[in-house]
Nanobody, 120 residues
Framework: VQLQASGGGLVQTGDSLRLSCIDS????????VGWFRQAPGEEREFVAA????????NYADSVKGRFTISRDNAKNTVYLQMNSLEPEDAAVYYC??????????????WGQGTQVTVSS
């Protein structure tokens, strides 16, 4: 598994962004995948996760109703659609792959981060 996250950028409060996480080795089709974020001076926190077939999703309370995780296994890609962005959402976002088909909370593989900045 080799993950690459992209799609970050500078947006204003209330705007939307869609992050993508691509597995260049095309091997995470059977694995759950999650998104985490880390703001400066803060610990990395869980954002959302999706099972291998997209049938089960998990979200942090802080993003429920605003963020949607999805995946397209034919494209070896997991997405994080982020709507109604707030300054508190600004962070470096990372995707991570589990070794299991359903999210265990302990991912094995990590991609590099993509920066999301939200101006007020």
């Amino acid at each position: 598994v080799q993950l690459q996250a992209s799609g970050g950028g500078l947006v204003q409060t209330g705007d939307s962004l869609r992050l993508s996480c691509i597995d260049s080795r095309r091997t995470f089709t059977n694995n759950a995948v999650g998104w985490f974020r880390q703001a400066p001076g803060e610990e990395r926190e869980f954002v959302a996760a999706i099972s291998w077939n997209g049938g089960r999703t998990n979200y942090a309370d802080s993003v429920k109703g605003r963020f949607t995780i999805s995946r397209d296994n034919a494209k070896n890609t997991v997405y994080l659609q982020m709507n109604s962005l707030e300054p508190e959402d600004a962070a470096v976002y990372y995707c991570a792959s589990d070794l299991r088909p359903y999210w265990s909370g302990t991912p094995r593989y990590w991609g590099q981060g993509t920066q999301v900045t939200v101006s007020s």
